[in-house]
């Protein structure tokens, strides 16, 4: 396996960091980086998905990143708006992510190239858009270096123009991630058509998105079903979209089987997976299949694997906090929050069993599953490349922006047929 010079990572370290992460951190060796290098790897790798990995708390990027440097692999490490926003239920947030995943970095010395994505930044009405203008930039403030604008639970033609309307608020080095179809499982499925309208608008308007986000049939959290990722939908849009060179950003990776995760990465043009409710899992110490979603017992519940994760004694106050709450299942999540101090709290040998379970799983997944191995150089060598923060947009306009004004998208919206699945508060 292929290593990083000591030397080209210095190199690197100088002139790959984005202007906020040298601000912070002007005496770090973690290499942060735009989100824009970790897709460019990927591609120049080929059939190759960094990890995305959500840090809903410290023992899952901990051992995140112990994994990509075992691995010698790229890695995002990421928190959506419900998890990491401003009512937030994780420890880890927009905010202190950052902060996070550098202390880690310098500590462990970790020299492979890692983004620090903002997953899942929701916009559900206008309310939404005028938080976003001074959210956004709070998040770069704070060391964000790539982000998701997620406008696909308003109707096509607004996504679009609240994606158009945000997009000056993101700095034209970081990564940037588009949504079209809300994660619903089985209904709802997205569409060349609605996919061909949200790129072709924003390409119209010079806006080029490393990645987007599609309704491909997963979904988020525990996963009861078998419904899982529809692969050749997956790869009937990913290439109708070749022409405007954007990437596909995998969601809800939880619930599917390691099979079909190899599958999305031979056969379409996905370079990033999200992963999020099985780290959590696992860890806490729950049992899990080879895949990460949570195995219940009969009645539902989860089982805890004996001197695993977290001890005994922890997992019974959580269970006993949570059912004061009346939380089951999936709101076992709300938990990260009340419970990150407390576990922080444990021994040694007890914290680091929880990394090191996280580290054995991600370390299996970016090798065998994701085929990321070795990406880490190749990030660093665009990094030499470019000798400098922004490898610059990844794509060129097609579209003309005539065609393309307000009154026009608006028109064209309606002439797309789709079914948008059923209404409701589909939590990212």
């Not at 997953?119 to 998701?148: C, R, V, W």
């Not at 109707?155 to 079209?180: H, R």
């Not at 695993?308 to 709101?331: D, F, P, V």
Request: with cysteine; net charge negative; charged share 25%.
């Amino acid at each position: 396996m292929a290593r990083i010079a000591p030397s080209d990572f210095k190199k690197a370290l100088a002139v790959g960091r984005p202007p906020n992460i040298q601000g912070l951190f002007p005496n770090s060796n973690a290499l942060l980086v735009s989100g824009k290098f970790i897709d460019l790897a990927m591609l120049a790798k080929g059939k190759s998905i960094c990890m995305a990995a959500n840090g809903r708390n410290t023992f899952v990027i901990r051992g995140a990143l112990r994994a990509a440097q075992r691995a010698n692999a790229t890695l995002i490490i990421e928190i959506a708006k419900s998890e990491g926003g401003v009512d937030a239920y994780c420890p880890i947030n927009y905010w202190n992510m950052a902060r996070t995943v550098d202390a880690l970095c310098n500590e462990m010395d970790i020299s492979v190239p890692v983004a620090i994505h903002a997953d899942h930044y929701g916009i559900k009405n206008q309310k939404d858009i005028l938080t976003a203008k001074t959210e956004i930039p709070s998040m770069f403030d704070a060391g964000i270096t790539s982000i998701a604008i997620d406008a696909s639970h308003m109707p096509d033609a607004d996504n679009l123009l609240a994606s158009l309307e945000l997009n000056p608020f993101v700095p034209e080095w970081a990564g940037l991630e588009t949504e079209v179809g809300e994660i619903k499982g089985k209904d709802g499925l997205s569409t060349k058509e609605e996919a061909l309208f949200l790129i072709q608008g924003l390409n119209a308007h010079g806006v080029f998105p490393n990645w987007i986000a599609l309704n491909n049939g997963t979904t988020h959290g525990i996963e009861a079903s078998d419904q899982g990722i529809q692969v050749e939908l997956t790869a009937e849009i990913h290439e109708a979209l070749t022409p405007y060179n954007v990437s596909g950003a995998q969601h809800g990776t939880s619930g599917n089987s390691s099979d079909r995760l190899r599958q999305i990465a031979q056969k379409t043009r996905t370079t990033k997976a999200n992963v999020a409710t099985a780290l959590q899992m696992i860890s806490w110490g729950l049992e899990v299949n080879d895949y990460g979603n949570a195995i219940l017992d009969a009645n539902g519940g989860f089982i805890k694997v004996k001197d695993q994760g977290m001890s005994e004694e922890m997992w019974a106050q959580m269970q006993a906090y949570a059912e004061s709450k009346g939380w089951k299942g999936g709101n076992y999540k709300k938990l990260n929050l009340p419970f990150e101090s407390r576990l922080l709290a444990q021994p040694r040998e007890i914290r680091e069993r929880m990394a090191h379970r996280v580290e054995r799983f991600v370390y299996n997944m970016l090798v065998n599953v994701l085929n990321a191995q070795d990406t880490a150089e190749l990030a660093i060598d665009l990094i030499l490349k470019t000798a400098s923060h922004d490898p610059g947009p990844k794509a060129r306009r097609i579209e003309n922006p005539d065609e393309w004004t307000p009154a026009k998208i608006a028109e064209r919206a309606k002439a797309i047929d789709a079914d948008k699945g059923p209404k409701g508060n589909f939590e990212d």
